[in-house]
């Protein structure tokens, strides 16, 4: 079974620029998340996404939006981009409600790094 | 809010050395928590799923249990390739399903 995919994997850009993050979830997972890692702040919740529908959206501004397709696969995009959305950008995929015992699946993350 | 605090920030281990790592969590109704494995520049690794007080989920040298206030990740005779970062998340009732709170996690090293 494939697991979560990322790409790309490393990416930089420059202030002021925006950028686009692509997951594709392990097939049959409806359900996305993003998250935001830096050694500042450690795992911070994005948004989350079923659907194709915006389920629940974390504290970022504006700048972060994302959406969802038919067939799960999901992009998240940050404009204007700023130093500080430096970050490890992680996509967990779920399994549908109910399905105890199998956890949250992510994938390997983008390196997003703005100079 | 659900709050995820982690103990301690940071670990070192002789290999062989058995220890334990603490997450303690204030959520309003659990509905799962989860220890993840994450090691440098890539994404975490998820280890277990535990739902209730004194349930308890062991994989190779690591061992999970939970109380109603706290979880333990167990490291029995620990390996070089255990070294990584430890996480801890939960899940509560008052949150939707992909909304995880996690921890910032302890940092463990082992050496030989």
């Known amino acids: 079974k494939a697991g979560v995919t990322q790409t790309p994997r490393y990416l930089i850009k420059t202030r002021g620029q925006q950028v686009t993050l692509s997951c594709s979830p392990i097939s049959g997972h409806r359900s996305v998340s993003w998250y935001q890692q830096t050694p500042g702040q450690g795992l911070q919740f994005l948004f989350e996404y079923f659907s194709e529908t915006q389920r629940n959206k974390g504290n970022f501004p504006g700048r972060f939006s994302g959406r969802q397709f038919s067939n799960s696969r999901s992009e998240m995009n940050v404009s204007t981009l700023e130093l500080g959305d430096s970050a490890l950008y992680l996509c967990a995929s779920s399994p549908p409600t109910g399905e105890k015992g199998i956890g949250y699946t992510f994938g390997s993350g983008t390196r997003l790094t703005v100079v | 809010e659900d709050q995820v605090t982690q103990s301690p920030e940071a670990l070192r281990l002789q290999e062989g050395e058995s220890s334990s790592l603490n997450c303690s969590y204030t959520v309003s109704g659990l509905r799962g928590l989860f220890w993840y494995r994450q090691d440098p520049g890539k994404g975490p690794e998820f280890l277990f799923t535990?739902?209730?007080a004194g349930e308890e989920k062991e994989k190779e040298r690591l061992k999970a249990t939970l109380t109603k206030k706290e979880s333990f990740l167990h490291i029995t005779a620990p390996k070089p390739e255990d070294s990584a970062t430890y996480l801890c998340a939960v899940l509560g009732r008052g949150s939707t399903l992909g909304r995880l709170y996690f921890g910032r996690g302890t940092q463990l090293t082992v050496w030989p």
């Open positions: 535990l739902y209730s």
